[in-house]
């Protein structure tokens, strides 16, 4: 085989069609532990709550090509870079010229939020786990949600107002506290109030009460919360036990270059399995960032002048059921704050700037320019027309309340995430 790809999330997926494309020749194989490959994994709590139909959940459809085979539900075990040769769960071995780690990321659950023999509690990843959540749910609809970060903030949007009563624990005292600024929050904060989802922050679980088999409450800041269902996105890590005896690890890190290439020099990996190494160490662990690394690693797999990821931002751009969002990056220390504000209208825009150059910001109830200022923050551009006109939202692309232009705008910017 040319090339072997492990995982078949949206990097693996990406990086198979692109290698396709790039080497039409060669011939690529993919290897997924799921029995479904190429589905978005950010639609995940619109298919749980039952708005989204399965089919809709999937970009792609197996293909009758006979130089692209996926190896659904088969989980490699182990790596042999020695031997260019993967180790399947299946006892069968696959060899490789070139391979793609696009393994990605697994779920932390806390000890607290795993009790033994007990049904209900579902961390928050894969079409597998999603689709028990979705058919446990409407019989089961007091929900908890461990985790503000924005998976979890994801998942209580998108089951509030379905009949089910959420509450979401987060231990830092705002919500999306690796994407906002505190100040921002309090927008997506009053979001979910709105939407009658109680919020605990600056909590933890600190027990979990198990009835006949099943979760039955859970106690965070003191309180006991009623519970049938118990959500866990509590973060996560990458998925590298596959990698764990092959010293392709540096203290559990799979670090890449900024062309995608491993300690290995037959070996890439992108996703949210990575760890960049450029001037430090970058886990920009996005959708976005995972196609555009799928992407690269397939074209760099062959080739002989290898090209660099120009872009290691964090942005990002979603709805959260009603709530137009565009991360641009985290607050930086000493760094100016440019904001325009109308509460009333549910829109907060700021960015943070350092010499005339934008190095982060989020725009919130109104995304227009988001694309611009993305593109200024990223090539390093001089603002010269002040930051509060850059601030100021474009009248007539004023997405809030415009579920078919926001659906159409988040797809659209999955796929084609260079604009965003
Ligand atoms: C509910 C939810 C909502 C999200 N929303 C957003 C969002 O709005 N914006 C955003 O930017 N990001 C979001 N994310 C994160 C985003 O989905 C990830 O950044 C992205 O999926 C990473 O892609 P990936 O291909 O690297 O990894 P993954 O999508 O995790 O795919 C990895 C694949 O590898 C397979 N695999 C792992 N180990 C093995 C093995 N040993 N053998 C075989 N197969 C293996 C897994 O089964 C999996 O299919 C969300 C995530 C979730 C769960």
């Known amino acids: 085989m040319d090339a072997v790809i492990v995982g078949g999330g949206v990097a693996g997926m990406q990086a198979a069609l692109a290698f396709r494309w790039q080497w039409p020749d060669k011939t690529i194989t993919l290897v997924d532990t799921e029995k479904e490959v190429g589905y978005y994994r950010t639609l995940l709590p619109q298919f749980m709550n039952q708005t989204m139909t399965e089919k809709k ?5 197996l293909q009758d090509d006979p130089r692209l085979k996926v190896i659904s539900g088969v989980t490699v075990e182990s790596v042999d870079p020695r031997n260019r040769c993967l180790f399947l769960d299946n006892h069968e071995k696959v060899y490789y010229r070139r391979l793609l780690i696009a393994s990605g990321g697994r779920p932390i659950v806390p000890g607290v939020c795993s009790p033994r023999d ?4 579902f961390p928050v990843r894969s079409l597998t786990v999603a689709r028990e959540a979705r058919d446990w749910l409407p019989k089961h609809p007091e929900v908890v949600v461990v985790g503000g970060g ?13 009949n089910f009563s959420v509450s979401l624990i987060e231990k830092e005292n705002q919500l999306l506290p690796q994407a906002l600024s505190a100040a921002a929050s309090r927008l997506v904060e009053a979001h979910l109030q709105q939407k009658n989802i109680r919020l605990l922050l600056g909590s933890t679980v600190e027990d979990v009460q198990v009835s006949q088999g099943k979760i039955g409450a859970v106690q965070a800041g003191g309180k006991w919360l009623p519970c049938q269902t118990l959500f866990v996105a509590a973060g996560s890590l990458p998925e590298l036990n596959l990698l764990r005896d092959s010293d392709l690890l540096n203290e559990d890190r799979l670090e890449v270059t900024p062309g995608l290439q491993t300690l290995d020099k037959n070996i ?13 160490l970058f886990t920009p662990w996005t959708w976005p960032q995972a196609v555009v690394q799928g992407k690269l690693a397939a074209q760099n797999m062959y080739s002989s002048s290898p090209k660099s ?5 964090r942005v990002n751009c979603m709805n959260l059921n009603g709530l137009s969002l565009v991360v641009l990056g985290v607050p930086v220390p000493g760094a100016q704050v440019s904001i325009y504000s109308r509460p009333k209208d549910g829109i907060y825009r700021e960015l943070f700037h350092r010499d005339g150059k934008i190095v982060g910001g989020a725009l919130i109830g109104n995304i227009s320019n988001g694309g611009r200022l993305h593109g200024m923050m990223n090539s390093g551009e001089n603002v010269e027309i002040g930051f509060d006109e850059l601030l100021k939202p474009q009248i007539n692309t004023f997405f809030k309340g415009s579920p078919s232009c926001t659906r159409y705008n988040r797809r659209a910017s999955v796929l084609q995430p260079e604009g965003v």
């Open 309 to 313: 990821l120009n872009c290691l931002s």
């Open 118 to 121: 007990c049904n209900g509690i």
């Open 57 to 61: 959940l999937f970009f792609w459809g």
């Open 268 to 280: 890439f990996a992108a996703g949210d399995a990575v760890t960049i190494v450029k001037d430090g």
């Open 150 to 162: 924005l998976v979890g903030v994801k998942t209580a949007a998108h089951l509030a107002g379905h």
